[in-house]
């Protein structure tokens, strides 16, 4: 007999709420096989709604009301004073309590950073976890991180984010040795801020003992130059943004142009199967793993449709069953070397 695995998610999470995440574990559900069940923590009269319209649904969802809920616009220390009894706070705490092997949300990233961070703790040494993102390339996949859950990094923790980079990288799509590189304005030693050099020194000198390549440009993330980018979470949004937006500007206008003839129509019929791979291709990452944690958390989009919700819960679900949180761990242990001048150093220029 099958055992049963669990994932916890923050049903109140999102601009939708349960009226996305619900159908979101529908769709779930039918990808990860009838062994896998959840629990909805949010408003139970609102949950109870989306469920009843979900047959297939029936005895895998485990309801947990609380009406608190945290707001898409709570600063962070609000969120950890006035977040526990939260649906986001009890998400994660379930992972915690052993109840659930990851934890998804949908909310206020900032709030499901630090919630993370103070009811599950980090790995080692590390002081704060980092936002990532699988960025689609002509290679397969290029690892970036932070993007978006630290908007100032000294050089200490760009260094831990490629620490946890690497080792995601090998852990979630299977490359021995991942070759890291740090996203800067020129490839010259002498190009960028303090900060981004000095990490640049660090890694060189290879006291992390990773892959280093050096500095990347951006136009490197798409042509897949490195496995591993990193770079500190107020770049690494606007570039996973600015990359959203010409994605869908690439989307419309091709559409456009498809619809705007007879013959192009046609064209477009005969080609739906590429047509149709080129737009998978092009879409943005779905999840956004909160790295350096005792376990697994996943960020969904904001704006999450069901389809996103559901690709998140896959990733939660794919890294809990796997062995991703002892191979974080293990791969910070071999680097101890690297990790104790850093958390030094982060504790002098720390926020």
């Not at 070759?179 to 900060?195: A, M, P, W």
């Amino acid at each position: 007999m099958s055992q049963v695995f669990i994932i916890s998610i923050d049903a109140m999470g999102g601009d939708h709420g349960p009226g996305v995440t619900i159908p979101a574990l529908a769709l779930a559900a039918r990808r990860l096989g009838p062994d896998v069940r959840f629990l909805a923590h949010g408003e139970a009269a609102l949950i109870e709604a989306e469920l009843a319209k979900l047959p297939d649904l029936a005895g895998r969802v485990e309801v947990r009301h609380t009406d608190k809920q945290v707001a898409s616009d709570e600063k962070p220390a609000t969120a950890l004073r006035r977040g526990k009894g939260s649906s986001m706070w009890n998400a994660v705490e379930a992972v915690k309590l052993g109840e659930a092997g990851g934890a998804v949300s949908a909310g206020n990233t900032g709030a499901l950073m630090a919630i993370s961070k103070l009811v599950l703790r980090m790995s080692a040494d590390l002081d704060r976890p980092c936002l990532t993102a699988s960025w689609p390339t002509v290679r397969g996949f290029t690892t970036v991180l932070d993007v978006g859950a630290n908007v100032d990094c000294d050089a200490a923790r760009l260094v831990e984010f490629a620490i946890l980079g690497e080792a995601f990288h090998r852990a979630a799509h299977g490359v021995e040795r991942p070759t890291v590189g740090l996203l800067n304005v020129g490839s010259e030693d002498i190009k960028g801020h303090e900060e981004v050099r000095e990490a640049h020194r660090i890694l060189r000198e290879g006291a992390a003992g990773l892959n280093y390549f050096g500095f990347v440009e951006g136009d490197d993330l798409t042509r897949g130059v490195v496995d591993v980018v990193v770079t500190d979470g107020f770049t690494g949004n606007v570039a996973l943004k600015t990359a959203e937006g010409v994605a869908k500007f690439i989307s419309g206008e091709l559409r456009t142009a498809l619809m705007s003839s007879m013959p192009s129509k046609l064209g477009a019929l005969l080609a739906r199967k590429a047509l149709l791979a080129f737009r998978e291709k092009l879409s943005p990452p779905a999840a956004a793993p909160l790295l350096g944690l005792n376990g697994v958390v996943v960020k969904g989009h904001g704006g999450a449709t069901v389809r996103d919700f559901a690709d998140a819960i896959q990733v939660a679900a794919d890294l809990a069953r796997s062995d991703f949180a002892a191979e974080i761990t293990r791969s910070l242990e071999r680097l101890g070397l690297a990790a104790q001048p850093m958390t030094a150093e982060a504790g002098q220029g720390g926020e």
